[in-house]
Every structure is written in C-alpha cells, then in structure tokens.
C-alpha cells in the first residue's frame, strides 16, 4: 500500500539552528503535500500546501521565510524550520496526495516528527 | 465556510460495548467528502473510513461504520464490539472540493475501560 517515510520521527535541537523535515513516498507519486503542526491534545492545523515543481501556498499566519516547505520532486518534500525556538517545539505530520491513487481516497500520512528546541 | 464539529472531547467506554462518536459537518457544497482518523499515542494517523456525499450507502470497514445522515449534515463514526487498542483520539474531517485540503474537527478522545 502507499506509505509515506517521515524522517526524522524525534530531533531535539538548539535553539537558534534550523532542522529540516523529510516526506518521501515510496511507491507513489505525491502530487500535493500537505503540512500541518499539531500541539498537545489538539487537531491537525494545515500549515501549507505544494504541488510538485511549484512554491507552497502558505496558511495565513504562517511565516514562510521560518517555515521552508520545497517539493522538488514527485516523491520528496522538505520542511526545514530555519533559526528555530522553543515556541517552535510540537509535532509536525505531513500528508501525500496522488490524484491518480484511490487507496485511502488519496490521502497518505507520515508518522510525524515531534520537534523539540531548547 | 467548511467547517467540521466534534462535540465530545473526551470519551469512556467499557470494553466490548459500541461506541459512537459524534461528528457534525457544514458545507454548501454538493459533492465532499468525510473521512474519519484514529490517532494513537505514537502520533500516527490511521485511515478508518471514508464516506463521499453522493454515496447511496453508509460506509463500513469491518467494525468501523459511518452513520451518514446527510439532511442533519452528521456523519457519525460507530465502533462495533470496542477492544483496549481503540484507545486514541479520533478526528472528524471533511475534503475541500477546490483544492483537496481537508477540514479537521477538533477530536475525541477515547478510552476503552478493560
């Protein structure tokens, strides 16, 4: 079935360094990932959207130069959180859809990274 | 706007009963989506079952079914014969027909009484 690798699933970093988030599908083309940011005992909150070969759309109140989302490639996409702090601290899932795949109606988690900055 | 409603944060039930939870959606869109979430402690999400609005029939995925009563716009998720391992929090969501995004509730979470 399509799965989506998440790495890392923990960091723990320092504050002030960047950290950088991977999703790769393994046996499907991600034509859209999705990001979301997920605090303590709460929902999901989409951070941003890219479509393969093109910038992310942002959700307002995101900043986009802290949060670097690139999808260059049908199966790699990358968050990189740049110069981070602790209020950056939460877990963080991306979702893979393939318009062509019905297997879960086109939706595809990763396991999710819990960041940690201190 | 699309909006997805969870009203029950938190949710105990003795094992082997049925468990319903409950989810209330609004859109004036005619064709979407509902899809229902297990989230265990790990943070994984796990695909359960998914309803689209024109489907004529409830969804069912072995003990999971989805109580689809499209006029009251709920699409509540029943769990059959309740084990410890449906222990999680459940999330509601619902598919943006123009540009894919899902809606998600703010959840329930379950605990299953041994």
């Known amino acids: 079935g399509a799965v989506v690798s998440q790495h890392p699933s923990r960091v723990i970093c320092k504050s002030g360094t960047s950290v950088k988030i991977e999703c790769r599908s393994l046996?499907?083309?991600?034509?859209?990932m999705f990001w979301y940011r997920q605090f303590p005992k709460k929902s999901l909150m989409l951070m941003a959207t890219?479509?393969?070969?093109?910038?992310?759309?942002?959700e307002q109140g995101v900043e986009k130069d802290k949060f670097l989302i690139n999808h260059a490639s049908l199966t790699l996409s990358t968050l990189t959180v740049t110069s981070a702090h602790p209020e950056d601290s939460s877990f963080y899932i991306c979702?893979?859809?393939?318009?062509?795949?019905?297997?879960?109606?086109?939706?595809?988690f990763g396991s999710g990274t819990r960041l940690t900055v201190v | 706007a699309q909006k997805i409603t969870q009203t029950q944060p938190g949710m105990f039930v003795q094992e082997k009963e049925a468990v319903t939870l409950d989810c209330t959606y609004d859109t004036s869109d005619p064709s979407y989506g509902l899809f229902w979430y297990k989230q265990p402690s790990s943070g994984e999400m796990i695909f359960l079952i998914y309803?689209?609005?024109?489907d004529q029939q409830n969804a069912t995925e072995g003990r999971y079914s989805l109580n689809f009563q499209k006029a009251r716009k709920s699409a509540n998720l029943v769990i059959s014969a309740s084990q410890l391992g449906d222990s999680a929090m459940y999330f509601c969501a619902m598919r943006e027909p123009s540009n894919y995004q899902l809606i998600w509730g703010a959840g329930t979470k379950l605990i299953i009484k041994p």
């Open positions: 309803q689209g609005s024109y």
């Open positions: 890219s479509n393969e070969g093109s910038k992310a759309t942002y």
């Open positions: 046996d499907f083309q991600a034509t859209t």
């Open positions: 979702s893979a859809r393939d318009r062509n795949r019905a297997e879960h109606y086109g939706y595809t």
